[in-house]
């Protein structure tokens, strides 16, 4: 977790302590909430990354969601997901506050606002989120912000922490940007969309944003903007997907829209395996492995063992990334598609061989 501390994954605690303080002066009573990625511990996470302290030098409540009695919310505007489990406690505040920090993302380009609602929901149902691919994430996001129609789990500020931002393949391994910059609005679309022009990233191009806008949940352009000017405060955050990387990206994608549409079909079985085998961009481990172990609790399909080192076992991999998103060394990465990589692999081996010959004959 120290690098996770390190890499300013989590909410800065100082902007909680502020918000605590400016809550107080404003007659309420403060409580922090937070619902750690799955297979971290909350708790642990809440002492690790300061906010313990905060708390209790502020005299402030914390309760960890996924310990939290849980009840079904209906998503009738849902599309991807028709409803979400969150915790009952929830709906005993009279205002919710979301500080997500302001990162790039490598599965959904930024993560921010829309997102960080993401986190109310308990532990299995986040994995559900990952399950169909890129698209129905994106899709899912905004289906749980639907709710904010009837205000039952709506955000009433969002406050992005860009104390340090964080770039590149976020959420946990990209690379600390320090900004000292607070992105905060009632409009979670409108916020989330001054944050990503704040990181240099057309909001447009953010699939959830841009669907959520399309939905009818805020604004992209009609934004009133307060305090500093975005271009004097804006600086150019390096994006997941560029270049080759964006090949990659659109197999992974293609790979498990096939596998998720097969799904408990007797094609599946061979189609994703002619996909994982020849297509499909899978999760890999790198020597920055630090054998913490973290990856196997991390895995919800058991895919991943350690007796010496982590290994993935394909045949249970679903693909689903979130071991990528959760290795707190950054040591898993997307692969390369194994079909390019083969085609390489000969195109090289060709090569050889000929240079060889050609230098037999000299
Ligand atoms: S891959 Fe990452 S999470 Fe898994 S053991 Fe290595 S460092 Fe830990
Ligand atoms: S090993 Fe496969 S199934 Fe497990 S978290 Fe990683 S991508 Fe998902």
Not at 56 to 75: A, Q, R, T, Y
Not at 244 to 267: N, Q
Request: charged letters at 25%; aromatic letters at 6%.
């Amino acid at each position: 977790m120290d690098v996770v501390k390190k890499k300013r994954a989590c909410t800065n605690p100082i902007v909680i302590a502020a918000l605590i303080d400016l809550i107080k002066e404003a007659g309420g009573e403060p409580v922090v909430g937070e619902s750690s990625m799955i297979g971290c511990d909350t708790m642990s996470a809440y002492e690790k990354s300061g906010l313990k302290e905060i708390c209790e030098e502020k005299n402030v409540p914390f309760i960890d969601f996924n310990s939290c009695e849980m009840m079904h919310i209906s998503l009738p505007k849902g599309i991807f997901i028709k409803e979400i489990v969150v915790p009952k406690e929830i709906f005993t505040f009279d205002k919710i506050v979301s500080v997500p920090v302001l990162k790039t993302h490598l599965l959904t380009g930024v993560t921010l606002g829309l997102k960080n609602m993401k986190g109310m929901q308990s532990g299995d149902e986040k994995i559900k989120l990952h399950s169909a691919g890129i698209k129905e994430l994106h899709i899912g996001i905004v289906d749980i912000n639907t709710d904010f129609s009837n205000g039952k789990i709506r955000p009433d500020l969002v406050v992005i922490d860009g104390s340090y931002g964080q770039e590149g393949e976020g959420p946990i391994g990209g690379d600390v940007v320090k900004m000292d910059v607070i992105i905060a609005g009632t409009d979670v679309v409108a916020t989330d969309a001054t944050a990503c022009r704040v990181m240099g990233i057309n909001p447009y191009g953010i699939e959830h944003i841009k669907m959520a806008w399309e939905r009818g949940l805020g604004e992209i352009e009609n934004i009133q903007i307060l305090g500093e000017k975005i271009e004097d405060v804006a600086k150019k955050f390096s994006y997941p997907y560029h270049g080759f990387k964006k090949l990659k990206y659109a197999f992974y994608e293609l790979g498990t829209m096939i596998v998720f549409k097969l799904k408990g079909t007797t094609e599946e079985e061979r189609v994703y395996k002619i996909f994982t085998n020849i297509l499909r961009t899978k999760p890999k481990i790198t020597s920055k492995c630090k054998k913490c172990k973290k990856c196997v609790s991390i895995c919800p399909h058991q895919a991943i063992s350690f007796s010496n080192k982590a290994k993935i076992n394909y045949e249970k991999c679903v693909g689903c990334m979130i071991c990528v998103e959760g290795c707190p060394y950054h040591a898993i990465a997307m692969s390369s598609i194994p079909i390019l990589k083969a085609t390489k692999e000969m195109v090289i081996a060709i090569l050889r061989a000929g240079i060889k010959a050609i230098l037999g004959k000299l």
